[in-house]
């Protein structure tokens, strides 16, 4: 008995440690980014909607959509209702008919498409924006930085100006010959406001952010939060630890 | 050596739980669910739904220093303990809550009693109404729609709602509050930020003193007798002290860093 639950915490710490090795399998670069939303759609008889993060991100930053319009960082968890759109909310701040297309009869299949690819012969677009390994294969960062793209801070409300805190944090690995991560604020403050990330993700106490692990990551907390599915994904190893050696 | 093994294999679990906190995002109250209090203390022994109060509707007409101060309620839900028999007394959501007092044109409804008619009961889910289906006397859209607006909290800057008069809170009961000559205003001061290149707080004495007069954050929440006495970071701000104590649930919430962090360094 004793032998068969030693092998069962064996297999345990086995498949623990795998975990923090598991990337899920990237997408095409054109839909990298690109979610279905079906909270309430399929249940009303309408096909799932097609968001698309590059497409919006090009003309918006995330605190837009994250901060403002009060958009969840997780997909069907908005309470996004056809009633809210058309009372300009969510979606429907833009999509009045006059920023962008409206939420009439004739734009149904525009987001109501189940289809996980579509707008993809936009894609190429972006041909002109900084390339990068992972994720849409654009450096979003680098494009914003050499203004090929200007993407909007607000749409009404004009927040106080941003506060410039721009520290490099070193981050040291857990694991030996893990090379640290660094964490440049400056391109996260671009997009962001400091309370889309603080301090629901990460605490501000000095080194001590608890069970803040590549697991804990890859289960879609802390970095994972943003870092799998729609800034570039974590199996851009570089991306963060930049001098990982043998990884891409 | 079973139970031994169980125990070293269920500490990491209960281990994860701990510290559940951060991590991931929570959702984001609704403007008009924010500021929105649930009172259960006694409700449910009487048979009743627990009390929903909201903030928004009652800083409209009343300083925050007037229930939380002169009536007494605490700045924690369920902490007061509040009891029907003390609000028939005249305490508590009784001192206004009595069928006599006037607020404008209207009558403020009496809130608790020991003898009513079924008629009554329609009156009792006007506080007791967590969970039932109660169409409320001020719609949160309507009442606040001509309010300058803000980001975060219920998207209303009540600060400048009531500087340029569109509200008008009360800040005395009679028979209740006590009127004393005011003491004079502290001057705004700033407060240094612990981390590099963080933007100085600057600390309005005269915005908080209109809502709050002194006595609600000192000398409790902060001693308030010697500057820089009482120590704080923002660890525990985030934590419900301090600061926290009203601008994590009421007061427009921390998310809105750069209200209170608006002197750049540099």
């Not at chain 1, 960082?73 to 809210?84: G, H, L, M, R, Y």
């Not at chain 1, 391109?187 to 697991?215: D, G």
């Not at chain 1, 804990?216 to 802390?222: P, Q, R, V």
């Not at chain 2, 906190?21 to 627990?50: D, W």
Request: aromatic share 10%; glycine share 8%.
């Amino acid at each position: 008995m004793p032998v068969f639950l030693c092998a069962l915490v064996l297999i345990l710490s086995v498949v623990a440690a795998e975990a923090n090795w598991y990337f899920p399998p990237p997408p095409p670069p054109e839909e990298f980014g690109n979610l279905l939303i079906d909270r309430t759609s399929t249940k009303n008889k309408v096909k799932p909607v097609t968001f698309s993060h590059w497409s919006h991100r090009r003309k918006h930053t995330c605190q837009v959509c994250h901060s403002e319009l009060d958009f969840a960082f997780k997909v069907n968890v908005s309470q996004i209702t056809e009633a809210e759109n058309l009372a300009g909310k969510y979606c429907g701040a833009c999509h009045d008919g006059k920023i962008a297309f409206d939420h009439g009869k004739a734009n149904c299949e525009k987001c109501h498409n189940g289809d996980r690819g579509y707008g993809k012969e936009k894609f190429p677009e972006l041909a002109s924006l900084p390339h990068s390994r992972s994720g849409n294969r654009i450096d979003w960062v680098r494009a914003m930085e050499e203004k090929t793209i200007a993407p909007a801070r607000f749409l009404k409300v004009k927040p106080t100006p941003g506060i410039a805190y721009e520290k490099t944090l070193m981050l040291e690995a857990e694991w030996e010959r893990v090379p640290p991560a660094i964490f440049p604020h400056k391109s996260h403050t671009a997009w962001l406001e400091c309370s889309n990330c603080h301090p629901e993700i990460f605490n501000i106490q000095k080194k001590t952010t608890k069970h803040f692990e590549m697991i804990k990551n890859l289960a879609g907390e802390f970095c994972g939060v943003c870092h799998l599915t729609v800034a570039f994904p974590m199996s851009d190893c570089r991306g963060c630890h930049p001098t990982m050696k043998g990884w891409q | 050596m079973k139970k031994w093994l169980a125990i070293v294999l269920l500490v990491p679990v209960f281990a994860s739980f701990a510290h559940a906190q951060t991590g991931t995002k929570k959702r984001r109250p609704l403007p008009y669910e924010y500021g929105g209090v649930v009172i259960k203390n006694f409700s449910s022994g009487a048979g009743l739904s627990p009390v929903q109060f909201d903030h928004w509707l009652h800083r409209a007409k009343y300083t925050c220093r007037l229930c939380h101060v002169d009536i007494g309620f605490a700045m924690k839900a369920n902490t007061t303990g509040i009891k029907a028999a003390d609000n028939m007394k005249g305490y508590y959501c009784g001192t206004c809550h009595n069928g006599k007092m006037v607020h404008g044109d209207r009558k403020i409804f009496e809130a608790c009693a020991t003898k009513y008619t079924r008629e009554d009961l329609k009156r009792c889910s006007r506080c007791h109404s967590k969970g039932e289906n109660v169409k409320q006397d001020y719609d949160f859209g309507t009442f606040t729609e001509r309010l300058p607006k803000e980001r975060f909290g219920n998207g209303i800057d009540w600060e400048k709602a009531e500087e340029r008069g569109l509200i008008k809170p009360a800040d005395y009961i009679e028979g209740v509050s006590i009127k004393r000559p005011a003491l004079a205003v502290q001057k705004d001061f700033a407060i240094g930020a612990k981390v590099e290149t963080m933007p100085e707080i600057i600390f309005s004495h005269k915005k908080h003193t209109v809502w709050n007069g002194c006595e609600l954050c000192h000398p409790e929440i902060f001693a308030g007798i010697k500057k820089g006495m009482t120590k704080y970071s923002m660890v525990e701000i985030f934590e419900g002290k301090y600061c926290g104590a009203c601008h994590m649930s009421v007061a427009f919430p921390t998310t809105d860093c750069q209200r209170c962090h608006s002197k750049p360094v540099r």
